[in-house]
C-alpha cells in the first residue's frame, strides 16, 4: 500500500511565496508520475503540475513561470511544488497525487488528503 502525506500549506501575502511537500512512503512502481493538484472553492480537481520518473515536466498554463515541481528519492521518495509570486486566485487545496504507469496503464493510483493554501490580497 502507497501512503501520500501532504505539508507546507498556510496562509501567505499576495505575492509571496509557499513551498508544498509531498512525503512517498509505500512501494510506488519505479515508473510513475507525481503530480500536484488543486481544488478551488466551488471548483473541480485541477492539474497544477506534474512529473515523471523520466524527468518530464508538465505545468497548467496558470502556473507556469510561478510555480516549479520537484522530486527527490532519497532518502525517500517525495514531490514537492514551490510556489512564487502567489496570487489570491491561488487559494485552494492542493492535493499530492502519484501513480505508477506502464505503457498506457496505470499501475496503483494514490492520493493525499490534501493541504490548505490561502492568499490573501
Known amino acids: 500500500q502507497v501512503y501520500l502525506r501532504e505539508s507546507g500549506g498556510g496562509s501567505v501575502q499576495a505575492g509571496g511565496s509557499l513551498k508544498l511537500s509531498c512525503m512517498i512512503y509505500?512501494?510506488?512502481?519505479?515508473?510513475?508520475?507525481m503530480a500536484w493538484y488543486r481544488q478551488l472553492p466551488g471548483k473541480q480537481r485541477e492539474l497544477v503540475a506534474s512529473m515523471s520518473s523520466g524527468g518530464y515536466e508538465n505545468y497548467a498554463d496558470f502556473v507556469k513561470g510561478r510555480f516549479s515541481i520537484s522530486r527527490q528519492s532519497v532518502p525517500m521518495k517525495a514531490v514537492h511544488l514551490e510556489m512564487n509570486n502567489l496570487k489570491p486566485e491561488d487559494s485552494g487545496t492542493y492535493f499530492c497525487n502519484a501513480r505508477g504507469t506502464s505503457g498506457h496503464a496505470t499501475v496503483g493510483d494514490y492520493w493525499g488528503k490534501g493541504t490548505l493554501v490561502t492568499v490573501s490580497s
Open positions: 509505500g512501494d510506488l512502481f519505479s515508473s510513475n508520475i
